[in-house]
């Protein structure tokens, strides 16, 4: 079954169960950690899509307790992405697995060009994505 996902490009990481959890406040996004449970284990994701936002991104709460921000489209032909848990690392959906670290850095599949990243920043559980760098 997964590697028919894989074929389809059909990612595992969620999208928001509660849409009014994010939001998109001009050049930056702003995400209530308080609902927003895709995010509360590290190692877990969730996908930003909609709302005018553009690029759509993958926000990971990474295994460092860090959270990230990334452009959701592979280098290599634009597929989503996810996180692999216990890894360090985030994968392409796509049957080439293009995987590359939290900051966007390909380490091995077919992309060979970095992911756009955002900054992240975190106050009074309010998860800020700056969109502008
Ligand atoms: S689209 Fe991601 S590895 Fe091909």
Request: one cysteine or more; hydrophobic letters at 35%.
């Amino acid at each position: 079954m997964k590697f028919l996902k894989r074929i389809f490009g059909i990612c595992e990481t969620p999208s928001p169960a509660d849409p009014k959890a994010w939001s998109l406040n001009g050049p930056a996004v702003r995400i209530d950690l308080a609902c927003m449970p895709e995010l509360k284990n590290s190692g877990s994701g969730v996908r930003l899509e909609g709302k005018g936002l553009d690029p759509r991104l993958l926000v990971v709460h990474g295994d460092d307790g860090q959270y990230y921000a990334v452009a959701n489209r592979c280098a290599h032909m634009g597929r989503r992405i996810d996180v692999l848990a216990g890894s360090g690392q985030i994968q392409c959906c796509s049957v080439s697995k293009s995987t590359y670290t939290y900051d966007g850095q390909p380490v091995s599949g077919a992309a060979k060009t970095p992911l756009n990243t955002f900054p992240t920043a975190v106050e009074n559980n309010i998860l800020t994505i700056h969109l502008r760098k």
